[in-house]
């Protein structure tokens, strides 16, 4: 019964003795006080009543949210700033006994950091300044926390909480900058309308002025056309007169005139030359015989017209009429 139990306690001293370390973990082991070793993932056996674990170190990244520490501007503007750090222990036996406690070290670090690195910038270089800040911050933390097995992979600032009176006047500021935007452009709206018009007035102008010019050049184009079809009318008028004046000379020709003829012809012309309008008329003195000759042959036509006329006249005469009946 002794020896049962004895195995019992063997198997159960044995079963203490063996560890399991899980993944993205590591164990600190000391042996009688001192550091012995730093377990990786895996099984191992301790010396039983000589080895302990002396602490369990995480090695994943880890997210530190510190509360709002109060800093100070350059330009005297107090404010409150709280930080997010994200670290990860990369040296198991520097973080167990580099410093007693990581976290509050961390903490007061950041701090101290951050107050700074405000101490040295104005208020509005605060509020637009994260990134410097931020990168500041994380490579100082970054050297601090070398000795103790942590390495800081980022820094972050999650608020930066001014005084009320200073968030009222930013208010106000941010109030006013957006007004000014806004009368900016309704005046550069209405620049452009009025450039815009002003360009189609113009362009109204630079076309109607067009149509004016293209309108007179085709009115000029119509005028020479319509005087060009009356030049060409006159032209073939004329010469259809002279066609016509040259076929009377030539049908003159060929009918072989007398003297008599010509005579006449010549006074005819005399007299649409004077039209009746001439108080003066001068006829050279080889046609006045041409003259004095076509007078007489102008009686001698009359007096054969009368002669030729008066026997008709007489049977006229002596011709009964003939509501007149003969004598009994």
């Known amino acids: 019964m002794i020896l049962i139990a004895l195995v019992i306690l063997v198997l159960l001293l044995l079963a203490s003795c063996i560890r399991i370390v899980p993944q993205a973990h590591a164990y600190v082991i000391e042996r009688l006080g001192a550091y012995q070793a730093t377990w990786d993932v895996g099984l191992h056996l301790k010396v039983p009543f000589i080895d302990r674990v002396a602490r369990r170190v995480n090695l994943k990244e880890q997210v530190a949210d ?130 815009l018009v002003a360009e189609g007035k113009k362009e109204s102008r630079i076309l109607n002025a067009e149509a004016d010019k293209q309108a007179a050049i085709l009115n000029a184009e119509a005028k020479r056309e319509a005087a060009i079809k009356e030049a060409e009318g006159q032209a073939e008028a004329i010469r259809k007169i002279q066609e016509a004046r040259a076929d009377g000379i030539r049908f003159l020709r060929e009918s072989a005139p007398d003297d008599a003829v010509l005579t006449l012809k010549s006074l005819e012309a005399f007299e649409k030359a004077a039209d009746g309008k001439a108080t003066k008329l001068i006829i050279p003195s080889d046609l006045q015989g041409l003259a004095g000759l076509a007078g007489a042959i102008t009686d001698t036509i009359k007096f054969t017209a009368e002669t030729s006329n008066a026997p008709q006249a007489a049977s006229a005469a002596r011709a009964p009429k003939a509501s007149e009946t003969p004598a009994e």
């Open 66 to 195: 510190f509360p709002p520490q109060p800093v100070i501007t350059k330009d005297n503007v107090t404010m409150r700033i709280d930080t997010v750090i994200f670290f990860q222990i990369t040296d198991p036996k520097l973080y167990a006994y580099g410093v007693e406690n990581p976290l509050n070290a961390i903490e007061n670090l950041s701090a101290t950091t951050l107050r700074n690195i405000i101490g040295d910038l104005e208020l509005d270089e605060t509020l637009t300044s994260r990134e410097v800040i931020n990168s500041q911050m994380r490579s100082t933390l970054d050297v601090a926390t070398d000795p103790w097995g942590i390495k800081v992979n980022r820094v972050e600032l999650k608020n930066i909480i001014p005084p009320a009176e200073i968030q009222d006047a930013m208010e106000r500021q941010m109030k006013a900058e957006r007004e000014r935007r806004v009368a900016v452009t309704t005046a550069e709206g209405e620049k452009r309308s009025t450039i």
